[in-house]
């Protein structure tokens, strides 16, 4: 004989099957300068095309790795906690530079004006492409009625993922790291590159970049980036941001954003050899590394592939 579940129990049973529903989404999203710095890398050549900027909902937001709210998170929506990225421009040209322009909406709708420093800088922008194999890091100016504009080096054909990496001064952001992009198409025959093997070292300029750590994912791990050249240690870094090196990384696939904090302390012109990251990759697989340093006033721009556990 049949007897139907009592009231109480059935809403335990579907108070149970959405907590478990709940839990598996959580545990499956967390598994899952010129200023500029950033003329476009030599020989970088260039990648196919990514879907536009896949929105973030707010409550995702504070997810480590998923919302972007803060300089360890993806960075992958144009939209988090109420603040939103928007642009005029879909498109570039290529073969030329090109002026990118873009507004940071607060959650009044209204364009935001007011940004703290990080690393001496109000705004930093990056330009990646989708293959990793083209990248600018630039500190684009401000317009007063909060219109940023960053003077891009020659784009290559492809598609281009452009970040914005701020922190608000007032309002509900005050004080929170905010990463949000949105894609650019750069009409042309574009020709995907495979990503250089992982490795531990790679060169520069005459110099030798080697990374020592092996860092697992979402997990806070150090790491150690040695910098050599013609086989001598080198002692003349001199401080770039406020800090000796900065470091970028990329996911590859979907070109997740992660920002490698330096913890090596400042000192005047005689950075080096060795320098200390605090590194929190969230997710596992190839991450594409761009270190830039500075020696004699000439800014360097390393890259290698690093293996996530």
């Not at 607060?106 to 690393?119: E, I, M, N, R, S």
């Not at 979402?218 to 090196?245: E, F, N, S």
């Not at 990759?281 to 020696?295: A, E, I, K």
Request: hydrophobic residues 35%; charged residues 15%; proline residues 7%.
């Amino acid at each position: 004989m049949f007897f139907p579940a009592r009231p109480t129990v059935r809403r335990r049973a579907l108070m149970a099957a959405g907590t478990a529903a709940v839990l598996s989404l959580t545990l499956a999203a967390c598994g899952s300068s010129n200023d500029s710095g950033g003329s476009a890398m030599p020989g970088m050549n260039h990648g196919s095309m990514s879907s536009s900027a896949s929105p973030t909902s707010d409550a995702m937001a504070g997810m480590p790795g998923m919302g972007g709210t803060e300089a360890g998170g993806n960075g992958l929506a144009d939209a988090v906690a109420g603040y939103r990225l928007t642009s005029p421009d879909s498109t570039l040209k290529a073969g030329r530079p090109a002026a990118y322009r873009f507004t940071v909406h607060g959650p009044d709708g209204k364009p935001v004006t007011g940004f703290a420093l990080d690393q001496t800088k109000r705004m930093h922008f990056y330009a990646v492409r989708s293959d990793l194999t083209g990248f600018q890091h630039i500190h684009p100016t401000m317009a007063s009625d909060g219109t940023w504009t960053a003077d891009l080096s020659a784009l290559t054909a492809g598609s281009w993922r452009m970040f914005a990496s701020f922190t608000p001064d007032s309002g509900s952001g005050k004080g929170k790291d905010f990463v949000l992009s949105r894609t650019v198409t750069v009409p042309g025959k574009a020709t995907r590159t495979p990503l250089p093997a992982a490795t531990n070292s790679t060169t520069a300029d005459g110099y030798t970049v080697t990374v020592k750590g092996e860092p697992m994912a979402g997990m806070a791990h150090p790491l150690t980036v040695r910098i050599t050249k013609d086989d001598k240690p080198v002692t003349d870094l001199q401080p770039y941001l406020d800090t000796y090196a900065h470091l970028t990384a990329f996911h590859e696939g979907d070109s997740a954003f992660a920002h490698l904090h330096p913890t090596t302390k400042v000192d005047g012109d005689h950075g080096g050899p060795d320098l200390s990251f605090h590194a929190e990759l969230p997710t596992s697989g190839n991450w594409r590394l761009f270190l830039q340093f500075q020696t004699g006033g000439t800014l360097h721009t390393a890259a290698l592939t690093l293996r996530v556990g």
